[in-house]
């Protein structure tokens, strides 16, 4: 193992309530916090931890998106991957696109391992890592509660409907992390100091060789359906004959 | 002429109620032609419970020993292949069909909708962003094949009765090695599933520990009801993984959820606001979830759970 690339996704930050604009074009977005990907923070965890338990991996954070981007990928060099690559543009990038760039750094990188967020919570799609490997024609294991590492090997147990899965992939693989993987640490001043003297590169869709197409056109954004308030009861009782009224028990 | 596949899940002995949500969401496509896709090491059981779903045409089964277990990287190769006839490929978007589609999608190069959940033509579809905070409509190119992922809490199982035809389908793809099932641990009880129960009683942190999820289980015994947990319950580690509901765990419809220490937190809210009647016990009437319940009560929990549980039935 030497070399771990982990995708990086800068979205709305998860504590801001997301509203829809009044002429549905989309959500508002502007001036509004945003972040690194919960989960692709927490890949970004796992693969700092492989890094400290083993001898001279690299971890190489990259991302595709705004030129604002970077701030992400200083997070995730304050975290502690050793350099970073964005991939700029002001396209939106659909699932499919963002497999292609992160294939082509793939095929320039090499990693043996590359970690994601099992899906980023703005688009909430659940496509990227997956076509990722598809077309790389390597494993996958997604939604990753535990990770251990063998010789030119991954032990992966999922989360899957019915409880956990454990599966085994020869590297190089995809993995996309869950929730309960780990914890990700807390940056330190210090490191956010050190971070800005680390390596990022700026690279396009273009230099990679990747078209930023148009697959699924957003026609409208609208708020969802609200459901109405119901009544509050004032004891068990009271609830019970709710409940038997309305047939439910 | 739209001619669709479903990726039927089963467990080698049933057919996941997903399958048949699939369908009824594939029957809201106009000239919708549609056809099962099973994958296994002998799905002749479940070959005939799919081929008994309303308005499905055919079943096609591909039977070999490396689907016994459902791999992704093992199954995408085998579906591409029967894909190649159908302009719409579905999934349940449940941990197999998000894990196997997009892979699917990405062998083909196309697009998947994800988490769909309504049909507003052949290849206009409705599906949630921002954890349900938005709906976006999208539209895709009707010249390229169409993936999607079905938002099973969104549609109603298809009525059986019908009388598709069976066909086994030998494959000519060559299998990866790379990928290796080596098993499986689940809390598998004899109370009803999660995921397609009629009635589900689920915890939060409130109950404060694994200790007190039992009087949530006796309560559900009692009302015959499936039970789940909140994110904070399962990360404070009350209850196993399986058993999350919301956005990051399950997304469900039952005819009653019952919230018992849940303040509603929105990626929760996400996993249940198709619920036909939610009912909220909590001890803070500020909660959230109050916000969406049908009936709310507010008290102590611990005094109001046993309560319940003796003046059902009376």
Same mark, same amino acid.
């Not at chain 1, 963002?98 to 688009?123: M, N, R, S, V, W």
């Not at chain 1, 993995?175 to 210090?190: A, C, G, H, W």
């Not at chain 2, 959940?117 to 290849?123: I, S, T």
């Given at each position: 193992?030497?070399?771990?690339?982990?995708?990086?996704? +800068?979205?709305?930050?998860?504590?801001?309530?997301?509203? &829809?604009?009044?002429?549905?074009?989309?959500?508002?977005?502007? =001036?509004?916090?945003?972040?690194?990907?919960?989960?692709?923070?927490?890949?970004?965890?796992?693969?700092?931890?492989?890094?400290?338990?083993?001898?001279?991996? #690299?971890?190489?954070?990259?991302?595709?998106?705004?030129?604002?981007?970077?701030?992400?990928? +200083?997070?995730?060099?304050?975290? =502690?991957?050793?350099?970073?690559?964005?991939?700029?543009?002001?396209?939106?990038?659909?699932?499919?696109?963002?497999?292609?760039?992160?294939?082509?750094?793939?095929?320039?990188?090499?990693?043996?391992?590359?970690?994601?967020?099992?899906?980023?919570?703005?688009?909430?799609?659940?496509?990227?890592?997956?076509?990722?490997?598809?077309?790389?024609?390597?494993?996958?294991?997604? /939604?990753?509660?535990?990770?251990?590492?063998?010789?030119?090997?991954?032990?992966?147990?999922? $989360?899957?409907?019915?409880?956990?899965?454990?599966? $085994? @992939?020869?590297?190089?693989?995809?993995?996309?992390?869950?929730?309960?993987?780990?914890?990700?640490?807390?940056?330190?001043?210090?490191?956010?100091?050190?971070?800005?003297?680390?390596?990022?590169?700026?690279?396009?869709?273009? %230099?990679?060789?990747?078209?930023?197409?148009?697959?699924?056109?957003?026609?409208?954004?609208?708020?969802?359906?609200?459901?109405?308030? !119901?009544?509050?009861?004032?004891?068990?009782?009271?609830?019970?004959?709710?409940?038997?009224?309305?047939?439910?028990? | 002429?739209?001619?669709? *596949?479903?990726?039927?899940?089963?467990?080698?002995?049933?057919?996941?109620?997903?399958?048949?949500?699939?369908?009824?969401?594939?029957?809201?496509? %106009?000239?919708?032609?549609?056809?099962?896709?099973?994958?296994?090491?002998?799905?002749?059981?479940?070959?005939?419970?799919?081929?008994?779903?309303?308005?499905? $045409?055919?079943?096609?089964? @591909?039977?070999?020993?490396?689907?016994?277990?459902?791999?992704?990287?093992?199954?995408?190769?085998?579906? @591409?292949?029967?894909?190649?006839? /159908?302009?719409?490929?579905?999934?349940?978007?449940?941990?197999?069909?998000?894990?196997?589609?997009?892979?699917?999608?990405?062998?083909? !190069?196309?697009?998947?909708?994800?988490?769909?959940?309504?049909? #507003?033509?052949?290849?206009?579809? +409705?599906?949630?962003?921002?954890? !349900?905070? %938005?709906?976006?409509?999208? #539209?895709?190119?009707?010249?390229?094949?169409?993936?999607?992922?079905? +938002?099973?809490?969104?549609?109603?199982?298809?009525?059986?009765?019908?009388?598709?035809?069976?066909?086994?389908?030998?494959?000519? &793809?060559?299998?990866?090695?790379?990928?290796? /099932?080596?098993?499986?641990?689940?809390?598998?009880?004899?109370?009803?599933?999660?995921?397609?129960?009629?009635?589900?009683?689920?915890?939060?942190?409130?109950?404060?520990?694994?200790?007190?999820?039992?009087?949530?289980?006796?309560?559900?015994?009692? *009302?015959?009801?499936?039970?789940?947990?909140?994110?904070?319950?399962?990360?404070?580690?009350?209850?196993?993984?399986?058993?999350?509901?919301?956005?990051?765990?399950?997304?469900?419809?039952?005819?009653?959820?019952?919230?018992?220490?849940?303040?509603? %937190?929105?990626?929760?809210?996400?996993?249940?606001?198709?619920?036909?009647?939610? @009912?909220?016990?909590?001890?803070?009437?500020?909660?959230?979830?109050?916000?969406?319940?049908?009936?709310?009560?507010?008290?102590?929990?611990?005094?109001?759970?046993?309560?319940?549980?003796?003046?059902? !039935?009376?």
């Amino acid at each position: 193992m030497q070399k771990i690339m982990v995708c990086i996704k +800068r979205v709305v930050d998860y504590n801001v309530r997301v509203r &829809v604009k009044p002429d549905a074009s989309g959500v508002m977005l502007d =001036g509004v916090k945003m972040s690194v990907n919960p989960f692709d923070e927490i890949a970004l965890e796992e693969a700092l931890r492989i890094k400290e338990r083993g001898a001279n991996i #690299e971890v190489v954070a990259v991302s595709i998106g705004v030129a604002d981007a970077q701030q992400q990928l +200083r997070t995730a060099l304050a975290m =502690g991957a050793d350099r970073a690559i964005l991939v700029q543009t002001d396209a939106a990038v659909e699932p499919l696109t963002a497999a292609h760039a992160f294939l082509a750094l793939a095929k320039k990188e090499t990693p043996d391992l590359i970690f994601l967020g099992k899906q980023a919570i703005d688009d909430d799609a659940n496509q990227t890592g997956q076509m990722l490997a598809a077309i790389w024609d390597r494993p996958q294991a997604t /939604y990753a509660s535990k990770v251990e590492i063998s010789a030119g090997k991954a032990n992966v147990t999922r $989360e899957v409907d019915a409880g956990l899965e454990t599966i $085994e @992939v020869d590297l190089p693989a995809v993995i996309t992390v869950d929730l309960r993987l780990n914890e990700p640490r807390y940056v330190k001043l210090p490191d956010i100091m050190k971070a800005k003297k680390k390596p990022l590169e700026v690279t396009s869709l273009d %230099a990679l060789g990747v078209s930023a197409g148009v697959h699924l056109k957003v026609l409208k954004t609208e708020p969802p359906a609200q459901r109405q308030k !119901g009544v509050i009861v004032k004891d068990v009782p009271e609830l019970v004959a709710f409940l038997k009224q309305k047939g439910l028990i | 002429m739209h001619k669709i *596949l479903i990726v039927g899940e089963h467990d080698g002995k049933t057919l996941n109620p997903a399958t048949a949500k699939c369908v009824t969401c594939a029957t809201g496509i %106009a000239d919708a032609q549609i056809s099962i896709a099973l994958f296994g090491e002998d799905t002749s059981a479940v070959a005939s419970q799919a081929a008994a779903l309303s308005g499905v $045409e055919s079943v096609l089964r @591909v039977d070999r020993p490396e689907n016994a277990h459902p791999l992704a990287a093992i199954l995408a190769p085998q579906l @591409v292949a029967l894909a190649a006839d /159908y302009t719409h490929v579905f999934g349940p978007s449940t941990s197999f069909g998000k894990d196997l589609m997009p892979r699917v999608a990405g062998l083909l !190069g196309v697009a998947q909708v994800s988490d769909l959940m309504a049909v #507003e033509g052949a290849y206009r579809y +409705r599906r949630p962003i921002y954890a !349900g905070n %938005a709906i976006v409509t999208v #539209e895709s190119d009707p010249s390229r094949k169409l993936l999607a992922t079905v +938002r099973v809490a969104s549609f109603q199982a298809a009525a059986t009765g019908g009388n598709a035809s069976i066909e086994s389908k030998a494959l000519n &793809v060559a299998l990866p090695t790379h990928t290796r /099932y080596l098993g499986a641990k689940s809390g598998s009880t004899d109370r009803p599933d999660l995921q397609t129960a009629s009635r589900v009683v689920s915890g939060g942190r409130a109950l404060g520990s694994a200790e007190n999820f039992k009087l949530l289980f006796s309560l559900a015994d009692k *009302l015959g009801a499936a039970v789940g947990a909140s994110r904070a319950a399962v990360d404070a580690g009350y209850a196993p993984n399986e058993m999350q509901v919301g956005q990051t765990g399950k997304i469900i419809s039952p005819e009653m959820y019952m919230a018992i220490g849940i303040s509603g %937190a929105i990626q929760h809210l996400t996993g249940i606001k198709d619920a036909r009647t939610i @009912v909220a016990i909590n001890k803070d009437g500020e909660a959230p979830i109050f916000e969406v319940a049908d009936v709310g009560l507010v008290g102590d929990l611990f005094q109001i759970m046993p309560e319940l549980e003796r003046l059902i !039935g009376t």
